[in-house]
């Protein structure tokens, strides 16, 4: 029996399987960043052991570092520490590091992939749920625990339950302005946030082998929120141009190895899933959130649903407490919601491909009266600057936009970037619970073009009908 | 870590399903380097009248009267009962930290998000998965009675009510086996040793590309 692309990917990482079931994993890489890693490292210190492998990890800073001038530094003071602790735990372990002021530091979702760190077939792991994103490059990336960093650090492997295989089939082509995150989105909204708890999901299908590398990040980065351990894409000639040339990635004969073991990476013709869904590309609009949850979301075309169309009584009241909150009616016509803010960046969408899509809609306009703010935050400093040799930050500037340092700014807002009480935002994030982006904010998600589209217009439109 | 055999405690209902971990703990706590000291933060939006910082003293901020854990009669409550896929969004351990550093070791709910789940175990904090019909009737007992209390044995995967019900549950051998016996998984795996070297000898060969 042919084998699913997981387990091909799980057997080759597996260094000994326990006679309960679990299994103990290799870990390749490891990527590392300041929120979840100080406690990991300190338990290190405090129990005498050393890195496994150092050379595995490498971190950057990305949630707490300010978009706006650095040579400031950073002004808040405990957001500052943790920041020092991870330069100094990086220094003290022997760990590298894309610290703040260089040009790679960036999320560390956009900065793996772009340095080379995720290589098809690899197993990632990170201290962040979104790790998911690695799953582009046919590789089993994880989010774990601090608990879990510091198991990896220490041992340079996980104890792990292997999950169950469900592979999601689009069918035909994406129409045009159809891009990942509106896959992504879709998706959810079919199976639910916790649709894929308990499965490794596999994307399939001509629709997806379409998407470039970017939009299978977007894709993968979002399979945490349909509840999946991981999400992955086979590995093909997009891929394996895109790795091609990268810092990490490597050359010569190590390379034309590499090539030939990747080109196995994608499920067997005969594999069996614990799971199938098939999908048509076709039915794909664009998307928008309207609820505290991925899950509560529509094509820009719909209207807020009644609550008499809910499924049962939780589900009924999970829409009422979102109604209240997002400050919204039944029955609300989509695209005549009106935004405050727009933020354009985060894991899911802050690559240099995204800040094109949304460029190419606000070239020569200008934001709508109604928007206080629209933000442009690169993903990392070689997004920022790409986009910058491509005239793209002008083109921002130009239309009102904000055009800032890279982090992960206001997809979570733990830096300053936030959304104050009761303030809309189109966000090209990937989270919109309650205080996500702000005590009270209200965050909707949606692709790049569209958040730009919302800019301009100041509220949602469809970008099938933008000119 | 606190080994968990045994618990008799207080439940407390959280009747929401979807509760994420932004929601256990909002992010501006995340900005502490240490493990512990959460507990007063647990669910911050939801508690307190006011937005919350780290450092900041709570016992005089306002709390929102009408929040579960505000009322006095789940005041010192050590098993949370909540709903379907508890625990989902980020990975962020500081929420099981938030969850016992309050008080709570045991969190009931038809279902938890991966991470959540699996963070729990780490931290010495028993998630039992029990059916929905199942979760349905807790909450209903636990609402028809002040002081409702369970009895929760890790050893013989049960839980029993006060009027004697015993309620059986799965948990994973090897998970049971740390937590029963508080046991450190990096210890346990520190003595596979070779086993990881040999898996790097042999990988190091196979993929040169991955610099082992
Ligand atoms: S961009 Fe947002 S989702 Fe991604 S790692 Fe940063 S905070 Fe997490």
């Known amino acids: 029996m042919g084998r699913a692309l997981f387990d091909k990917v799980w057997d080759q990482h597996v260094v000994k399987a326990n006679e309960d079931g679990s299994t103990l994993l290799y870990i390749d890489r490891h990527l590392v960043h300041e ?93 962040d749920s979104h790790t998911s994103t690695h799953g582009a490059f046919a590789c089993i990336a994880m989010g774990i625990g601090t608990s879990e960093v510091e198991h990896v650090l220490a041992t340079q492997c996980l104890i792990q339950q292997k999950p169950r295989r469900m592979r999601i089939t689009v069918e035909g082509a994406l129409p045009a302005g159809i891009t990942g995150k509106d896959v992504a ?198 997004v920022k600057q790409q986009a910058e040799a491509e005239g793209l930050d002008v083109i921002f500037r130009e239309a009102g936009f904000e055009w800032r340092e890279p982090g992960c700014s206001m997809c979570l807002a733990m830096n300053a970037d936030r959304l104050e009480p009761g303030e809309r935002c189109a966000s090209t994030s990937n989270r919109n619970f309650e205080g996500r982006q702000g005590m009270g904010g209200r965050t909707h998600l949606v692709s790049p073009a569209m958040a730009a589209a919302a800019a301009i217009a100041g509220h949602f439109v469809d970008i099938r009908d933008w000119s | 870590m606190q080994a968990f055999i045994t618990l008799s405690g207080l439940v407390a209902p959280m009747d929401r399903a979807n509760v994420d971990t932004d929601a256990i703990i909002p992010k501006q706590f995340l900005k502490s380097i240490r493990r512990s000291g959460y507990g007063p933060y647990l669910f911050d939006e939801w508690r307190y009248e006011d937005r919350g910082e780290p450092g900041m003293d709570c016992t005089h901020r306002p709390l929102k009267t009408d929040f579960v854990l505000n009322k006095p009669r789940y005041k010192g409550a050590s098993i949370l009962l909540a709903r379907e896929n508890f625990g989902c969004g980020s990975s962020r351990e500081h929420a099981p930290w938030a969850i016992l550093d309050y008080g709570f070791t045991c969190v009931i709910a038809p279902s938890f998000a991966d991470i959540f789940y699996n963070n729990c175990f780490k931290n010495g904090i028993l998630p039992i998965r029990l059916d929905a019909a199942m979760v349905d009737r807790l909450f209903a007992a636990c609402a028809a009675q002040e002081g409702y209390s369970l009895t929760v044995d890790l050893e013989a995967r049960s839980i029993t009510t006060p009027d004697g019900e015993v309620i059986g549950f799965d948990v994973d051998e090897f998970r049971r086996h740390c937590l029963l016996n508080g046991l450190d998984d990096i210890g346990l795996t520190l003595l596979e040793g070779d086993a990881i070297r040999a898996y790097e000898a042999r990988r190091k060969a196979e993929a040169p590309w991955l610099g082992l």
């Open chain 1, 185 to 382: 989105l879709y998706i959810i909204g079919l199976i639910g946030t916790a649709g894929g708890t308990g499965y490794a999901i596999e994307f399939a299908g001509p629709a997806i082998r379409q998407l470039s590398m970017e939009g299978r990040m977007s894709l993968c980065n979002m399979a945490i929120e349909a509840g999946a351990r991981c999400g992955m894409v086979a590995a093909d000639d997009t891929t394996i141009d895109y790795v091609k040339g990268r810092p990490y990635s490597p050359t010569g004969e190590d390379w034309d190895k590499a090539v030939a073991a990747w080109r196995e990476l994608h499920s067997d013709s005969d594999a069996v899933f614990d799971k199938e869904m098939v999908l048509q590309a076709s039915d794909i609009a664009p998307q928008v959130s309207w609820g505290t949850s991925p899950e509560m979301v529509l094509p820009v075309s719909a209207s807020v649903p009644h609550l008499a169309e809910a499924r049962d009584a939780v589900q009924r009241e999970c829409w009422e407490r979102a109604l209240l909150y997002m400050g919204l009616s039944e029955g609300e016509v989509i695209s005549e919601i009106a935004v405050d803010k727009v933020f354009i960046g985060s894991c899911t969408n802050g690559r240099i491909e995204d800040f094109r899509a949304a460029a190419s809609v606000v070239k020569g306009k200008k934001l709508a009266a109604n928007v206080k703010l629209a933000m442009a935050v690169p993903g990392s400093g070689l």
């Open chain 1, 35 to 127: 929120v979840t890693s100080p406690q990991a490292f300190e338990g290190l210190r405090l129990t005498h052991r050393k890195p496994w492998r150092a050379s595995a990890a490498v971190a950057t800073p990305d949630h707490n570092v300010p978009t706006t001038d650095r040579a400031k530094g950073i002004t808040d003071p405990i957001s500052r520490i943790q920041v020092e602790a991870l330069d100094e735990n990086c220094r003290e372990f022997g760990i590298t590091e894309f610290g703040m002021n260089d040009v790679r530091q960036g999320v560390v979702h956009v900065m793996g992939p772009e340095q080379g760190l995720t290589l098809p077939g690899m197993t990632v792991v990170c201290g």
